[in-house]
């Protein structure tokens, strides 16, 4: 499993497709350890760019703090499963929550 999140000044950026780079751990699903992580710049913001390029970094979670419908539509499209509202925090923070499951999300932040 790979989980994707983006991130800015080292926390969860709760605007998904602004952020200055994306924290991608590749995770053993059935230890729950992540075995790599990286950090990763995104290519410009674009509309649909960020979906397709997650996917083919094979990216199969995203956490975000809030997705528009379209990037939701497009992860979606691509297999990718997306945990919104996640609050702002570090990026291992959130996705050790993820793991544990005791991650407690909010309502999407994003309008669009």
Excluded at 31 to 43: E, G, H, R
Aim: hydrophobic fraction near 35%.
């Amino acid at each position: 499993m790979k989980v994707a999140i983006p991130v800015t000044q080292g926390l969860l950026d709760p605007h998904f497709g602004h952020s200055e780079q994306f924290a991608i751990f590749q995770v053993n699903p059935e230890t729950k350890q992540v075995q790599t992580s990286q950090m990763l710049p995104p290519p410009p913001h674009e509309p649909g760019v960020l979906p397709n390029w997650l996917a083919d970094q094979g990216v199969t979670v995203v956490l975000a703090g809030g997705l528009g419908k379209k990037a939701e539509t497009l992860l979606a499209s691509r297999g990718i499963e997306m945990v919104t509202g996640v609050p702002e925090q570090s990026p291992e923070m959130a996705l050790q929550q993820y793991l544990d499951e005791t991650l407690t999300t909010e309502d999407n932040s994003c309008t669009h």
